[in-house]
């Protein structure tokens, strides 16, 4: 288990990897998201209560997933990051900063969006908004952070460490429906227990969220790779790849 | 595992624990701070004071809501079925206004323990559903009146 674990560690094991493994995320991807987004954006049934506006759903929920989702596995790799010092870990943790940031940005947004015609109005600093704002806050702060910092050590650490700072709003996002009167309902889209809509409207829901979660992982793929080329760009197998045109 | 990383493991172990502790008292602490309103027990209780900036919340009592007809005045009351507080507002309301739908009121409770709103949100549930699956959960509900329901409508049908 360990030697996998450390064969994990290596730059250019995981290059070839993640470039076997692209077009296939990519494809599914694609296929899933469409496939979801078609069905629920213009096939699924409309909502007794809300007319088409619910229909956002299908764009929030997959969005909220991967924004917390992203942030879980940036606080796995930072522990990685403490504790093993692998180089690895701390390329991921740049590369999908700037993504969570953007989904965050992405549930924030098309939740304001349903909730001014569905609430009466764009925001509210209940607990679900405001924590998820922090969140935003926090992607923000550890892209910044990572950029004020020139030595590559240095910054991986503080970095990881205020990744794993932040963890604790998770759970806080997760729960903050269940604690505390908000006016944002509670979670409709669970994997564990009976969902609160129905097939029609939960399966396109559940492509989507599976769609974007593959997409996610050809995107982290992607910038991944880039950091690993201008990181290793001294090493003999980067200059190899170089010189045999990328294959 | 290298004892080196063991160690290190622990240091983040417990800075993660305690970090977790010290955010869950504070939260646990403010967490009336927190919630967004009041519920009308709490109102009931006189947990909330009197002409203070608010915000209430729950359920719109079925058949509790009256317009006036010469302006935007409208009076409902709001429950969370143990207890239920008299609200008035003035304005134009969301539209998933409705009896027995949720609603979070802004605005302060005068001496006489109403609810003087200047802003009133609808509270969406979790519940989805397409429209005839609410009508005929509705249908299900008023299965005693259908009888009257069905005559009602072959009369209408027949003018």
């Not at chain 1, 879980?72 to 790799?77: K, L, N, Q, R, T």
């Not at chain 2, 949100?121 to 299900?140: G, I, N, S």
Request: hydrophobic share 50%.
């Amino acid at each position: 288990m360990w030697q996998w674990f450390h064969k994990l560690g290596s730059p250019k094991w995981f290059f070839g990897i993640a470039t076997r493994f692209m077009p296939w995320l990519l494809a599914g991807g694609l296929l899933l998201l469409a496939a979801g987004l078609t069905w629920g954006l213009a096939f699924a049934p409309e909502d007794y209560l809300q007319g088409n506006s619910y229909r956002i759903i299908f764009i929030h929920v997959p969005s909220a997933f991967l924004a917390q989702s992203i942030y879980i596995s940036m606080a796995v790799a930072a522990v990685v990051t403490l504790v093993w010092r692998m180089k690895l870990a701390d390329v991921f943790v740049k590369a999908i900063a700037p993504v969570g940031l953007v989904f965050t940005f992405l549930s924030l947004f098309t939740g304001a969006v349903w909730g001014k015609p569905t609430w009466g109005t764009w925001w509210v600093w209940d607990a679900r908004l405001t924590s998820m704002l922090i969140l935003l806050f926090l992607y923000g702060g550890v892209i910044a952070l990572d950029r004020a910092i020139n030595d590559e050590k240095s910054a991986a650490r503080a970095v990881a460490v205020l990744v794993l700072v932040g963890v604790v709003n998770i759970p806080i996002i997760k729960y903050s429906v269940d604690w505390w009167n908000t006016l944002h309902q509670p979670a409709t889209f669970k994997l564990t227990e009976k969902p609160t809509m129905p097939m029609e409207m939960w399966l396109p829901l559940l492509l989507s969220v599976l769609g974007l979660y593959l997409l996610f992982g050809w995107l982290t793929c992607i910038r991944m790779k880039t950091e690993i080329l201008i990181r290793e760009q001294r090493t003999r197998w980067v200059r190899e790849l170089v010189m045999a045109g990328g294959k | 595992m290298h004892p080196i990383r063991k160690k290190r493991l622990t240091i983040v172990l417990f800075l993660v624990a305690g970090l977790a502790i010290a955010v869950g008292l504070t939260t646990y602490a403010l967490r009336q701070n927190i919630n967004l309103f009041y519920d009308p027990s709490q109102i009931a209780a006189g947990e909330v004071p009197v002409d203070v900036r608010i915000r209430a919340g729950g359920m719109v009592e079925e058949g509790s809501v009256v317009r006036d007809p010469d302006s935007l005045k409208v009076e409902f009351r709001v429950t969370d079925f143990s207890a239920s507080v008299p609200m008035e507002y003035v304005g134009i309301l969301p539209d998933l206004f409705a009896e027995g739908q949720g609603v979070v009121a802004m605005g302060r409770m005068d001496a006489n323990g109403r609810f003087i709103a200047d802003q009133v949100l609808a509270k969406h549930d979790e519940q989805y559903m397409p429209p005839e699956v609410a009508e005929a959960l509705e249908r299900a509900s008023k299965g005693q009146h259908k009888a009257a329901d069905a005559e009602k409508a072959a009369e209408s049908a027949a003018y």
